[in-house]
């Protein structure tokens, strides 16, 4: 575990129950780091599911739409900017064009000014890797509060 990282723990004064059930996709190329990601989310209540990178996170969306959760598919989308194939910028950038207007959190080691722009015209966060576990829940818990399922 990266040292600037805490252990994946549920605080209950600060993670009070906003991502309690609630239907995260998780898509990360580092097997690592995405066990970390989902743990962090599912010891805070989340039902999560993972992809290794963007065409899985795709396909996983399309598949819980039909599927797992017909009525409105994920309550939020985790991924990481750059995994091979296709980025979680261009996967994010095709969902919104087809009409996904679902959260996301991007994960990134290279924020860059052209990452930190295509976040903006997709109305997405950016978490700087490395990032604070704490970090990472309370975004979560930002965009999960006041769902409604």
Do not use: H
């Amino acid at each position: 575990m990266n040292p600037n990282q805490e252990e994946a723990r549920p605080n209950p004064a600060a993670d009070k129950l906003a991502t309690s059930g609630a239907r995260v996709l998780v898509a990360e190329d580092d097997p690592e780091m995405r066990d970390i990601v989902a743990t962090a989310l599912r010891v805070n209540g989340c039902d999560v599911t993972t992809a290794a990178n963007g065409t899985e996170m795709v396909a996983a969306l399309a598949l819980a739409s039909v599927v797992r959760f017909p009525r409105d598919g994920f309550d939020l989308i985790v991924t990481d900017v750059r995994m091979p194939g296709l980025s979680g910028i261009n996967a994010i950038t095709r969902l919104r064009d087809v009409g996904y207007s679902t959260p996301v959190i991007t994960i990134t080691a290279f924020p860059d000014r052209s990452v930190r722009e295509q976040a903006r015209a997709l109305d997405i966060l950016v978490l700087e890797k490395p990032f604070k576990l704490s970090d990472l829940r309370e975004a979560a818990n930002y965009f999960l509060d006041g769902m409604t399922r």
